[in-house]
């Protein structure tokens, strides 16, 4: 059958104006599409469809989390830092989680992307004669790393 129009809208939506908190843009996508009229679309989610949308919300946290592991950011207004990215891999973490996604990521390619960006991030620093030390906190810098390695 493949994913419907209005969920590719949705995924879209999500995926480029999820905002900071994604679930919140997903769950205001599930009830949009899932709603009667005049609330919503009524639509039955297919398991694809559903997945879809939970991938996009994955997604939206990974782009969020390369942003404030993105060192030409750093002086920019929506720079986070290193603290924050911690945050939303927290975030990222019980997303999955509670969608009962463990099983799609149990192989460990989330972490391994995630320290991918963080060793990007750290050799970005280095070349503008930075290290992490100087836009992080060790505590920042081992909270981020304990949460990459829970995932």
């Known amino acids: ?82 603290s924050r990215a911690a945050i939303n891999v927290r975030r990222l973490k019980n997303f999955i989680k509670n969608s009962g996604l463990e099983e799609d990521f149990k192989d460990g390619a989330l972490r391994r992307k995630l320290k991918r960006l963080l060793k990007r991030f750290e050799a970005d620093l280095k070349r503008k004669s930075l290290s992490l030390e100087n836009v992080a906190t060790r505590e920042e810098v081992r909270d981020f790393k304990r949460e990459v390695d829970g995932l």
Do not use: H
Not at 8 to 37: A, H, M
């Open 1 to 82: 059958m493949g994913i419907r129009k209005e969920v590719l809208q949705e995924i879209e939506f999500i995926l480029y104006e999820g905002g900071e908190i994604p679930e919140v843009c997903f769950w205001n996508s599930f009830f949009y599409l899932t709603s009667p009229p005049p609330e919503g679309l009524g639509l039955t989610l297919t398991q694809e469809e559903l997945k879809a949308l939970k991938q996009a919300v994955i997604e939206r946290y990974l782009a969020i989390i390369e942003r404030d592991l993105t060192a030409e950011f750093i002086e920019k207004p929506f720079y986070r830092g290193l």
